[in-house]
């Protein structure tokens, strides 16, 4: 008895996140790309905004392979929103880290994509606002914790050959 509730609770969430991640990536795709870059390009930043990573953290943190991120990164270079560095104790290791203008650029995304949150935010009744928030964090740490033991994540779970 218990499975099969699980079961169709199941369901519902898959539909109900299906329907969620598809309407967010519509309203990201329309705010972001209006700027010039590209959602992957926009997650990028949003990783760099506090201080720079290498290639492999940075890869590692949006769960893709050094080659992907790379590719990113240079078209965010050549747009002038990103730049390289070498460590000086490890030529291997590159580090990315954002330019003013790529700085500026990110705080004009993140405020725009704020304030359709706050849109939304306001078609819930301020008495479920606060639930809604508890949910959804309780959900990304259930789908970290899970991607942790089930998935092989680019960098992370693989060795280096």
Not at 45 to 64: C, D, G, Q, V, Y
Not at 102 to 124: D, H, M, Y
Request: aromatic residues 6%.
């Amino acid at each position: 008895m218990e499975n099969k509730a699980l079961d169709e609770l199941a369901t519902e969430m898959y539909e109900i996140v299906h329907e969620l991640l598809k309407k967010y990536q519509f309203r990201d795709r329309n705010q972001i790309c209006c700027h010039d870059i590209t959602v992957s390009q926009c997650y990028v930043m949003s990783e760099l905004k506090t201080a720079p990573l290498s290639m492999r953290s940075l890869a590692n943190a949006l769960f893709l392979d050094i080659s992907t991120m790379s590719r990113v990164v240079d078209q965010l270079q050549k747009k002038g929103y990103a730049e390289r560095e070498q460590d000086p104790g490890d030529k291997r290791i590159i580090y990315v880290s954002l330019t003013e203008s790529g700085k500026k650029l990110l705080s004009e995304i993140e405020e725009n994509l704020i304030a359709s949150e706050k849109e939304i935010l306001q078609q819930i009744s301020p008495a479920a606002r606060h639930s809604v928030l508890f949910v959804l964090r309780e959900l990304e740490k259930s789908v970290a914790g899970w991607q942790h033991h089930c998935c092989v994540v680019p960098g992370k779970n693989q060795s280096i050959s």
